[in-house]
Nanobody, 124 residues
Framework: QVQLVESGGGLVQAGGSLRLSCAAS????????MGWFRQAPGKEREFVGA????????YYASSVKGRFTISRDNAKNTVYLQMNTLKPEDAAAYYC?????????????????WGQGTQVTVSS
């Protein structure tokens, strides 16, 4: 059973930065594609970014491309989401997810494991 724990959320001003972390249990972390999703109140869960097991390829939603960077450290069983130039519309609960596949996808239903979420609030 894989457990995922997000951290690093908080309150920032528009234009500021945060780095989210997701720590995973298990011995096969490098075989998992990892995704970040976010969900604001009353909204659908939205794809943010994804990274394949080796870290060689990353993918982003158009709304965050150029501002957010996803990375992973397989030796630490951790995936990161660096968020720069934050906007009020980025405010949401952010979730990391793991998929037992070498293929990263943008669809939440394709992921096997989920963290509990960490809240990001952006003030204007």
């Amino acid at each position: 059973q894989v457990q995922l724990v997000e951290s690093g959320g908080g309150l920032v001003q528009a234009g500021g930065s945060l780095r989210l972390s997701c720590a995973a249990s298990g011995r096969t972390f490098s075989s998992y594609a990892m995704g970040w999703f976010r969900q604001a109140p009353g909204k659908e869960r939205e794809f943010v970014g994804a990274i394949i097991g080796s870290g060689a390829n990353t993918y982003y939603a158009s709304s965050v491309k150029g501002r957010f960077t996803i990375s992973r450290d397989n030796a630490k069983n951790t995936v990161y989401l660096q968020m720069n130039t934050l906007k009020p519309e980025d405010a949401a609960a952010y979730y990391c997810a793991a998929k037992i596949s070498t293929i990263a996808t943008r669809t939440a239903g394709t992921y096997d494991y989920w963290g509990q979420g960490t809240q990001v609030t952006v003030s204007s």
